[in-house]
């Protein structure tokens, strides 16, 4: 079965535009996680999305929004970009509602703020 | 979640067993040992969790010190591809609050060499 899908995998844009990003969760996971990696700060969750509500978020400034929709797909916004956020945007979807620690990830979407 | 500190890198030669070690201390007797890595430009990939028995799978097996004060991760037959940077992760299980987050550490890169 297909994994989770994000689009795009590359995009260059620069500073003060906006952008989306899309994720496909696996077929039947309700569960969208975001996450932000850098070479400086690793891995960072942004925020995790059941059944169209946000029930968890990270510690990121109001710029980055995201939502769900009925079909279990996710975006997510940055607006306002800085330089700083350049980096490699990963969506992970899970089985259940159930917070099971497992989590299945996508490819990610390389953005590059110029 | 309970911090977690790993070694910065370690080498393993090709069809050699690769044991990953971490280190918990402040875990709490509430939260699992979780193992993912990450292979070059590639989302995270779930390997096995556990909870204080030892744990195994098609992939890895998971040994846990009594006190569940450390961990070690075992890649029975490394092969080239197992090349990656290992995160292990502690959290809480369903019933916490941590819904879609994970928190990774700067985690393991393990090379293997033929």
């Known amino acids: 079965k297909a994994g989770v899908t994000q689009t795009p995998r590359y995009l260059i844009k620069t500073r003060g535009q906006q952008v989306t990003l899309s994720c496909s969760p696996i077929s039947g996971h309700r569960s969208v996680s975001w996450y932000q990696q850098t070479p400086g700060q690793g891995l960072q969750f942004l925020f995790e999305?059941?059944?169209?509500?946000?029930?968890n978020k990270g510690n990121f400034p109001g710029r980055f929004s995201g939502r769900q929709f009925s079909n279990s797909r996710s975006e997510m916004n940055v607006s306002t970009l800085e330089l700083g956020d350049s980096a490699l945007y990963l969506c992970?979807?899970?089985?259940?509602?159930?917070?099971?620690?497992?989590?299945?990830f996508g490819e990610g979407s390389r953005l590059t703020v110029l | 979640d309970a911090k977690t500190t790993q070694p910065p890198s370690m080498d393993c030669a090709e069809g050699r067993a690769a044991n990953l070690p971490c280190n918990h201390s402040t875990i709490s007797g509430n939260e699992y040992v979780y193992w993912y890595r990450q292979i070059h430009s590639q989302g995270p990939q779930y390997i096995i969790h556990g909870l204080k028995n030892n744990e195994t799978n098609e992939m890895a097996s998971l040994i846990i010190t009594e006190d569940r004060k450390s961990s070690t991760l075992i890649l029975p037959h490394a092969t080239l591809r197992d090349t990656a940077v290992y995160y292990c992760?502690?959290?809480?299980?369903?019933?916490?609050?941590?819904?879609?987050?994970?928190?990774f550490g700067q985690g393991t890169i393990l090379t293997v060499h033929p």
């Open positions: 992760i502690v959290r809480m299980n369903a019933g916490g609050t941590s819904y879609g987050k994970l928190t």
């Open positions: 992970a979807s899970s089985r259940t509602g159930v917070d099971t620690g497992e989590l299945f």
């Open positions: 999305y059941f059944s169209e509500t946000q029930r």
